[in-house]
T-cell receptor, first 113, second 115 residues
Framework: DQQVKQNSPSLSVQEGRISILNCDYTNSMFDYFLWYKKYPAEGPTFLISISSIKDKNEDGRFTVFLNKSAKHLSLHIVPSQPGDSAVYFCAASLGSGTYKYIFGTGTRLKVLA | GAVVSQHPSRVICKSGTSVKIECRSLDFQATTMFWYRQFPKQSLMLMATSNEGSKATYEQGVEKDKFLINHASLTLSTLTVTSAHPEDSSFYIC???????????FGPGTRLLVL
């Protein structure tokens, strides 16, 4: 049972435009969400996170939106740059104290120059 | 962000041998370390969680006698794949978090190929 889902395996966006990556989850007990960026044969790099008490968190070109009623979060990258091309994973954490992350299946973003 | 290293980055071994992978937090004390594996084009699957000085907690379906985890210090955790078989070939990634750090920081991963 996939508790965290990224339904789009890939996404192509023109340089300078907005990239929107989506993530859905099923467990309402998740209270902390994160986005990681990953290049092939490398470990994930932390991008941005959001607590369930917020609905938006912004850091430079990256903004994460959380819609708890829909159990949905999204990552917006604007403007997109060719260096953003990578696989993006969303992750959810099951309550403070466990710190276990459940990862989605990833979305491969390709930013076209 | 915090820095986590893994060694080796790539290892090839014969079936039946054991392989040890090290995970180090370089600039913070990691009270908790996590071990993941990733198959091609799939997500990261948590194998086990280890807290410094105590036994690791394994996820369902992960054999603790096959994947030995030791977290002897606040900066080092090791994963030993015992009696490796070709189906153990995978990308193994560790992550670490500190006491006051909510986020897990990941190492660069170790590619294991068992022949």
């Amino acid at each position: 049972d996939q508790q965290v889902k990224q339904n789009s395996p890939s996404l192509s966006v023109q340089e300078g435009r907005i990239s929107i990556l989506n993530c859905d989850y099923t467990n309402s007990m998740f209270d902390y969400f994160l986005w990681y960026k990953k290049y092939p044969a490398e470990g994930p790099t932390f991008l941005i996170s959001i607590s369930s008490i917020k609905d938006k968190n912004e850091d430079g070109r990256f903004t994460v939106f959380l819609n708890k009623s829909a159990k949905h979060l999204s990552l917006h990258i604007v403007p997109s740059q060719p260096g953003d091309s990578a696989v993006y994973f969303c992750a959810a954490s099951l309550g403070s104290g466990t710190y276990k992350y459940i990862f989605g299946t990833g979305t491969r973003l390709k930013v076209l120059a | 962000g915090a820095v986590v290293s893994q060694h080796p980055s790539r290892v090839i071994c014969k079936s039946g041998t054991s392989v040890k992978i090290e995970c180090r937090s370089l600039d913070f004390q990691a009270t908790t370390m996590f071990w993941y594996r990733q198959f091609p084009k799939q997500s990261l699957m948590l194998m086990a969680t280890s807290n410094e000085g105590s036994k690791a907690t394994y996820e369902q379906g992960v054999e603790k006698d096959k994947f030995l985890i030791n977290h002897a210090s606040l900066t080092l955790s090791t994963l030993t794949v015992t009696s490796a078989h070709p189906e153990d070939s995978s990308f193994y990634i560790c992550s670490a978090k500190g006491v006051s750090i909510e986020t897990q920081y990941f190492g660069p991963g170790t590619r294991l190929l068992v022949l």
